[in-house]
């Protein structure tokens, strides 16, 4: 799900969420993220940092814990199979192994290559 929608399904008021700039380079999205700001949900230091964007408001940074992340995963571009194919590909190109935990239901199982 995007930004919105993760807002949205965690009950997260976009009027109570900080201001961002529009179109954050990702060295203003890593800057916030390695503040560890609160998580826009529940208040636990969040893990990763985006930008919500909805006509009623000015674009406001999302920030989500762990779980909260977890709770309103992304949408993956491509199917899971492939990506987690590209991801093992990209890591052996530079010498590492790749452990993935993941199932289609959302990161239960564990995978190794
Ligand atoms: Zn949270």
């Known amino acids: 799900m ?4 993760a807002a949205r399904k965690l009950g997260v008021d976009p009027a109570s969420l900080t201001p961002a700039p529009a179109a954050p380079r990702f060295t203003e999205t890593w800057a ?8 826009s949900a529940c208040g636990q ?5 985006g930008v ?3 006509l009623a408001h000015r674009p406001r940074w999302l920030d989500r814990c762990r779980d909260c992340f977890l709770a309103t995963p992304p949408i993956l571009r491509r199917p899971l199979s492939q990506a987690i194919t590209d991801i093992r590909e990209a890591a052996a190109e530079v010498g590492l192994r790749a452990v993935l935990h993941t199932d289609e239901d959302g990161w239960q199982d564990e995978l190794s290559g």
Not at 2 to 5: A, V
Not at 45 to 49: D, G, V
């Open 2 to 5: 995007n930004h919105e929608e």
């Open 32 to 39: 916030r993220m390695q503040q560890e700001p609160p998580c």
């Open 45 to 49: 230091p969040s893990r990763t940092s």
């Open 52 to 54: 919500v964007r909805d």
